[in-house]
C-alpha cells in the first residue's frame, strides 16, 4: 500500500460491497485487523462504515457488528432499509448507502491527505475524480480475483492506487474459524461478529439488499 507516515489518513466503508468482495474471496474479514493495518501506516483520523439496517425486525443478525465496530473505533453511518415488492411481485429490500458515503467524503476532503474507499462501485467515479481536484489521493479496495470482478474498470482507472483486497487479505482476515470457499454468487450482506451460525447465515441469504451490480459495470 502506498501510504506515506505523514499523510492524513480516512477510510470509508461500503460495508455491504466489503462484505461481497471478501465472501467472493472465501473469507471472514476480522475489522480490529483491518484497523490496525491502516493505523500503522499513515495518520488515521477516521474510519467511517456504512450500512443499512432492518429495523421493523425484533433481531437484525446484523445488529452485534454494527455494536461492535461503534464501540472499537468506527463511524457508524446507518439508516433504514426500504422493503419495496418489484414488478414480478417479489419483496425487495433497498438498502443503498452511497450518497452518505459521498457527502462524507466531500466534507471530510479539505481536511485529509488521502481517502481510502472500500467499493468497487463505479458510480464512485465522479466521486474519486472530484476529491483529486481538491488535491487529495485517492485508493479503492475491491478485488480482481473474484469471477468477475468485484470493481467496475472505470473507478479502478480514475484512483490514484487500486489495493488488492486479496493482497492484504492475511493481514485482515479472521483466524480460527471455519474458512469458506470462495464464492461467485455472494449476497450483499455483511458478515457479522462473532460467526454466525447456519441458521443465522440462511437468514442473511434470504434477504436481498439492493446494491452496485459491479459485474455488469466492467466494459
Not at 484497523?35 to 500503522?40: A, G, P
Not at 429495523?55 to 443478525?61: A, C, G, I, N, V
Not at 418489484?86 to 466534507?107: F, H, T, W
Not at 455472494?186 to 440462511?202: A, N, T
Request: aromatic fraction near 8%.
Amino acid at each position: 500500500m502506498q501510504i506515506y507516515a505523514q499523510e492524513r489518513v480516512a477510510l470509508f466503508i461500503d460495508g455491504s460491497n466489503l462484505y461481497a468482495a471478501a465472501r467472493a474471496l472465501g473469507f471472514d474479514i476480522d475489522y480490529r485487523r483491518l484497523l490496525d493495518v491502516f493505523q500503522k501506516n499513515g495518520r488515521l483520523t477516521r474510519a467511517f462504515y456504512y450500512t443499512a439496517l432492518m429495523e421493523d425486525q425484533e433481531y437484525s443478525p446484523i445488529r452485534p457488528l454494527v455494536d461492535w465496530l461503534d464501540y472499537n473505533g468506527y463511524t457508524m453511518v446507518t439508516k433504514p432499509t426500504k422493503e419495496f415488492t418489484d414488478a414480478a411481485g417479489r419483496r425487495k429490500i433497498k438498502g443503498n448507502m452511497d450518497i452518505e458515503l459521498a457527502i462524507d467524503v466531500m466534507e471530510m476532503a479539505e481536511h485529509l491527505d488521502h481517502i481510502i474507499i472500500f467499493s468497487g462501485d463505479g458510480d464512485f467515479r465522479r466521486l474519486v475524480e472530484a476529491v483529486q481536484r481538491k488535491g487529495v489521493r485517492v485508493s479503492v479496495v475491491s478485488t480482481i480475483e473474484s469471477q468477475p470482478p468485484m470493481i467496475a474498470d472505470e473507478l479502478r482507472r480514475q484512483a490514484d492506487t487500486f489495493i488488492e483486497l486479496a493482497d492484504i487479505q492475511k493481514d485482515i482476515q479472521r483466524t480460527g474459524g471455519q474458512k469458506r470457499p470462495p464464492r461467485d454468487d455472494v449476497g450483499p450482506i455483511e458478515d457479522d461478529l462473532p460467526p454466525l451460525d447456519d441458521d443465522e447465515y440462511d437468514e442473511l441469504e434470504d434477504a436481498d439488499y439492493d446494491v452496485a451490480d459491479n459485474a455488469q459495470d466492467q466494459p
